[in-house]
C-alpha cells in the first residue's frame, strides 16, 4: 500500500536541466528524512542528496554539490531533485527513498521505502 513513484526522469544534453519528483502515497512521510539514490550500470547503488524531515540538514554527494538541489513539500507528501548542469557521468537510474527517521542519512540501510527508479540519460 506505501508506494514512492519518481517520474521526471528523460534524455537530456550536456549542460541541461531535469526536475524528478518523488510522489509518496500510503502514508505521511512528513516526519521521515527523504532521500535520492542513483545507480549507474555496473555500479553500486550510492548516495546523491539526503533531507531531514524539517529541510534543515542536507548533506550532498561532493559529486553533485552545486549542481542538484533537493526539496519536499511536506503537504503534499513529495519530495524533488532539481539536476542543473547536468554531465554524462550523470547518467544512472535515480530512485527516491524514505528513511526510518527524521535524520537524514547518506547510507541506504537508513531508508525503508523506496520507489521503482527513473532513468536519466545525458548525452554529450
Known amino acids: 500500500q506505501v508506494q514512492l513513484v519518481e517520474s521526471g526522469g528523460g534524455l537530456v544534453q550536456a549542460g541541461g536541466s531535469l526536475r524528478l519528483s518523488c510522489a509518496a502515497s500510503g502514508r505521511s512521510f512528513s516526519g521521515n528524512a527523504m532521500g535520492w539514490f542513483r545507480q549507474a550500470p555496473g555500479a553500486e547503488r550510492e548516495f546523491v542528496v539526503g533531507?531531514?524531515?524539517?529541510?534543515?540538514?542536507?548533506p550532498y554527494a561532493d559529486s553533485v554539490k552545486g549542481r542538484f538541489t533537493i526539496s519536499r513539500n511536506n503537504a503534499q507528501n513529495t519530495v524533488y531533485l532539481q539536476m542543473n548542469s547536468l554531465k554524462p557521468e550523470d547518467t544512472a537510474v535515480y530512485y527516491c527513498?524514505?528513511?526510518?527517521?527524521?535524520?537524514?542519512?547518506?547510507?541506504?540501510?537508513?531508508?525503508?521505502?523506496w520507489g521503482q527508479g527513473t532513468q536519466v540519460t545525458v548525452s554529450s
Open positions: 527513498a524514505a528513511g526510518y527517521t527524521a535524520t537524514a542519512a547518506v547510507f541506504k540501510a537508513a531508508y525503508g521505502y
Open positions: 533531507m531531514s524531515y524539517n529541510g534543515r540538514s542536507t
